[in-house]
């Protein structure tokens, strides 16, 4: 009996290893590749002068930043066991930063693109002229890390490597102080502010698709344009409340559990129930990288406007290598490209 329970101790004890390695090695490669793609689409000239685009264009950047530096260097230490927060200060001090600020970046980022779309969606027209404003999307995107960076800038300076750990100094004030403000700003605020931003647009969109539908019974040729646009910001709408519904699931754990290792920090626990609790808290964060790693999924799956920009993007990029492998093609002239861009449409 004392045999198995030590086997299952063991297999405990190497399941966050594992869930690391493989479940986030996954995180980063879809992630990595989501990124690369949304940042491609939203600087398209469909997508780049509607100030949404904007805040997402910004967002993907900082997503970017969260995998290839906060997501890796787990992998590496809590996947791989190498050791590089407790063996060198200045990665210890930046990623316990950038866990934090790359994560609070990237959610107000999103944040502001379903802000602009609730204002665009508004039935009062004081509250859709602030919608669509692009000097100040330029602007809002230097503010938002600018003051998250004042916010959490204090573990630059104040974690070290102490006894072979990264860890904040042994200030009974600080630790309550650091810990609850991660809980509130980076796991609480989010999940409530997307399930409440979440709420109110599609409220929005209800009462405006009430008030369109009976002034286009009679259909016109001129109605063409404007439809498909607001079939696209339809679209873009669905897109947003999807990802907002997967913040809000992914990110109330990571808060209760935050919550619950801070209140029971003090507390006596057998070495199986710590093997079983840090096998919980490796899913829990890992899970907590899915809003970030599903970004381009969920558009691409949700937004016909997005996916018809991807693939156009994708087509023109294997026609110009297909244009340099055979010369003889590309010397046709523009148009034989006709036919592949009314494909593409």
């Known amino acids: 009996m004392s045999n198995s329970t030590e086997s299952i101790s063991a297999a405990l004890l190497l399941a966050p290893y594992q869930l690391n390695i493989w479940f986030g090695s ?48 787990r992998i ?25 600020w790359g994560n609070v970046v990237s959610f107000g980022l999103f944040s502001c693109a379903v ?5 665009s ?32 800038g204090h573990r630059i ?16 004030v600080y630790l309550y102080y650091d810990n609850y403000f991660q809980v509130i700003f980076s796991s609480l605020t989010p999940a409530l502010s997307m399930s409440v931003l979440a709420y109110y647009l599609l409220k929005n969109v209800r009462i405006l698709r009430r008030r369109i539908v009976p002034e286009e019974i009679v259909p016109t040729v001129t109605q063409r344009g404007p439809s498909r646009i607001s079939q696209m910001d339809k679209q873009l709408t669905v897109m947003l409340v999807t990802e907002s519904i997967i913040a809000t699931i992914t990110y109330l754990p990571y808060a209760i559990q935050l ?28 899970f907590s990288y899915i809003f970030f790693a599903t970004s381009f ?18 087509g023109k990029s294997r026609s110009n290598r297909q244009a340099q492998q055979n010369p003889s093609v590309a010397g046709i002239g523009t148009k034989a490209t006709v036919p592949m861009n009314g494909i593409c449409r």
């Open 121 to 152: 969606t508004h039935r009062s027209n004081a509250y859709r002229k602030w919608s669509n404003q692009s000097r100040l999307a330029y602007r809002i995107i230097f503010i938002v890390p600018f003051f998250w960076f004042l916010c959490f």
């Open 76 to 100: 590496l230490q809590n996947g791989f066991r190498i050791s590089l927060m407790n063996r060198f200060t200045i990665i210890c001090k930046l990623r316990q930063f950038s866990t934090v």
């Open 259 to 286: 919550t619950y290792s801070n209140i029971t920090s003090g507390w006596y626990k057998t070495p199986l129930r710590l093997a079983w609790e840090q096998v919980g808290i490796e899913i829990i964060h890992l």
């Open 297 to 314: 999924y969920v558009s691409i799956i949700s937004n016909v406007g997005f996916r018809r920009i991807f693939r156009r993007l994708f």
């Open 26 to 73: 996954f995180l980063w490669i879809t992630g990595n590749f989501g990124c690369l793609c949304n940042l491609m689409v939203f600087r398209s000239r469909s997508f780049r002068k509607r100030t949404y685009s904007i805040y997402l264009f910004a967002a993907a950047i900082a997503d970017f930043h969260y995998f290839n530096f906060v997501l890796i260097t």
């Open 157 to 172: 300076v104040l974690y070290s490597i102490n006894n072979g750990a990264c860890s904040p100094p042994a200030n009974i």
């Open 115 to 119: 802000i602009d779309r609730f204002l």
